[in-house]
């Protein structure tokens, strides 16, 4: 599962999906509410190696 398919699921940007995974304060509460909705409903899991390899964290 990826983000892109989250925010399809969610009816929002993948931008919007990165915001609320990343704890951003600039996403509306119902935007967040319908993300993290489709995360909980897909078992979505960060890939967290993807994540490594991005942000070298």
Known sequence: MSIQKIAQ?????????????????????KNRERVLQAI????YQPNLLARQL????
């Not at 009816?11 to 951003?24: C, D, E, H, Y």
């Open 9 to 29: 699921l969610a009816g929002v940007s993948v931008a919007t999906v990165s915001r609320v995974l990343n704890n951003s304060d600039t996403v509306k509460a």
């Open 40 to 43: 909980k409903e897909s078992n």
């Open 54 to 57: 991005t942000y070298g964290a």
